[in-house]
């Protein structure tokens, strides 16, 4: 929560135009997955439908390419130049700082906040446009699922909170871990 948070106040993206690029993306995302179920289903003598199908195919892949291609860089772009203000702002900060303050707060808690906390931020907002467009996806693909079959839809979501379930117990395990891991080499840096 913190992070969007962070990214509300520090980027200035164009939401409208990154929004219909996600949307774009996770559309043509499923509409494949529809596309090739619709193929299945073709019989020998229908191959105007199987060109058509094809050309279909291209043009969805080429819009998926394109609008995902347009995602990742504007969220890299705005996320980029967020962390840039902050890491400016932070750095004015410290050189302000009294030295009895620098030193009551440590070079190495400094220098951690400033370039190793700033670049997992950096990496985790990379990742945010690709976590909407596959929400989007997951949605419309769902939709589909539930279109086609109902039985295969209850299947897959109960196979999904099972797996769910199992990604999040691990996640709370590696946080603690990543935890001690920092406090590990704020330690040895501290050394």
């Not at 195919?57 to 705005?78: G, H, K, Y």
């Not at 900060?93 to 030295?99: A, Y």
Request: proline share 1%; with cysteine.
């Amino acid at each position: 929560m913190e992070f969007l948070r962070l990214l509300r106040t520090e980027a200035k993206p164009d939401l409208r135009r990154i929004g219909v690029m996600v949307l774009v993306a996770g559309l043509s995302n499923a509409a494949v997955l529809a596309l090739i179920n619709a193929a299945s289903r073709l019989d020998e003598d229908q191959r105007g439908s199987a060109t058509a199908l094809s050309v279909m195919f291209i043009l969805v892949v080429a819009a998926f390419t394109v609008s995902q291609r347009f995602v990742l860089r504007a969220t890299a772009l705005e996320v980029e130049g967020a962390i840039h203000r902050l890491r400016s702002r932070l750095i004015e900060k410290v050189r302000h700082c009294e030295l009895d303050g620098v030193e009551h707060i440590g070079r190495t808690r400094i220098f951690k906040g400033l370039s190793t906390e700033i670049q997992t931020i950096s990496q985790t907002g990379n990742g945010l446009g690709m976590l909407i467009q596959m929400g989007v996806m997951l949605i419309f693909a769902t939709l589909y699922l539930i279109s086609v079959s109902m039985t295969a839809f209850i299947l897959t979501l109960v196979f999904t909170l099972a797996a769910a379930a199992l990604y999040f117990s691990r996640l709370s395990r590696m946080n603690t871990a990543v935890q001690k891991a920092s406090k590990a080499e704020y330690e040895l840096h501290d050394h």
